[in-house]
């Protein structure tokens, strides 16, 4: 194969082999001499590609979010209803390939990069935003704004606490159980606010 061909096929490698060497050290303490040596090639090679460590782990939380919007998009085309997109979104945020544990590992760790890093806080505030967008305008439906607002944050809040516990803790619940636990928060809240609503909460 063309040299030229290769460079796609590299970048890719030093991608997967960035998450999972922050997913084996548990923490943005990772070399690009190791990143490379995980790839199969030079550090020379890899500086040549994405010009320093900074954006080698730029481009695989590019490529993490990029992955987690691709299953949500394809969650949701089969999704007809209100109801069941929310359910998609939720699915999508549990799909075993964002949810592997060397993938949760690296959300954790570039949740601290973005305490430093502008470029990284501003891809965590891109997804944070779309996340939210995506649930409230699903939500709009069956709820007032107000309650469409908070749900959407609590759903939110759930999700990124099952990341960091699944990263942090043993004897974590697992995908499943975790969706469940997601959508039975959601079927409780929705149940509150129509009861609220209709006036059965006074």
Same mark, same amino acid.
């Given at each position: 194969?063309?040299?030229?061909?290769?460079?796609? %096929?590299?970048?890719?490698? #030093?991608?997967d082999?960035? %998450?999972?060497?922050?997913?084996?050290?548990?923490?943005?303490?990772? $070399?690009?001499?190791k990143?490379? !040596?995980?790839?199969?090639?030079?550090?020379? #090679?890899?500086?040549?590609?994405?010009?320093? &460590? *900074?954006q080698?782990?730029?481009?695989?939380?590019?490529? =993490?979010?990029?992955?987690?919007?691709?299953?949500?998009?394809?969650?949701?085309?089969?999704?007809? $209803?209100?109801?069941?997109?929310?359910? /998609? =979104? %939720?699915? /999508?945020?549990?799909?075993?390939?964002?949810?592997?544990?060397?993938?949760?590992?690296?959300?954790?760790?570039?949740? #601290?990069?973005?305490? $430093?890093? /502008?470029?990284? &806080?501003? #891809?965590?505030?891109?997804?944070?935003?779309?996340?939210?967008?995506?649930?409230?305008?699903?939500?709009?439906?069956l709820?007032?704004?107000d309650?469409?607002?908070? =749900?959407?944050?609590? %759903?939110?809040? +759930?999700?990124?606490?099952?990341? =960091?516990?699944?990263?942090?803790? *043993?004897?974590?619940p697992?995908?499943?159980?975790?969706v469940?636990?997601?959508? *039975?928060?959601?079927?409780?809240? +929705?149940?509150?606010? !129509?009861?609220?609503?209709?006036?059965?909460?006074?």
């Amino acid at each position: 194969m063309p040299k030229v061909g290769m460079e796609p %096929i590299r970048r890719k490698a #030093l991608i997967d082999a960035t %998450i999972a060497e922050v997913g084996a050290a548990g923490s943005l303490d990772v $070399t690009v001499g190791k990143i490379a !040596r995980r790839a199969g090639m030079s550090s020379a #090679l890899a500086h040549h590609y994405f010009g320093g &460590k *900074d954006q080698i782990l730029l481009a695989a939380m590019r490529h =993490i979010l990029g992955t987690f919007g691709a299953h949500v998009r394809k969650e949701l085309s089969q999704a007809k $209803t209100p109801l069941d997109r929310l359910h /998609a =979104i %939720i699915v /999508a945020s549990f799909h075993p390939q964002n949810f592997a544990d060397e993938v949760v590992t690296a959300w954790l760790a570039f949740y #601290l990069q973005a305490q $430093t890093s /502008a470029d990284a &806080k501003r #891809l965590l505030r891109v997804y944070g935003r779309r996340l939210h967008s995506n649930l409230v305008y699903n939500l709009r439906p069956l709820v007032t704004a107000d309650r469409a607002n908070t =749900i959407a944050h609590g %759903i939110a809040a +759930l999700i990124d606490g099952f990341y =960091i516990r699944n990263a942090l803790q *043993d004897n974590t619940p697992s995908r499943d159980q975790t969706v469940s636990m997601v959508e *039975d928060y959601l079927a409780l809240a +929705l149940a509150q606010a !129509r009861e609220f609503e209709t006036g059965g909460a006074n």
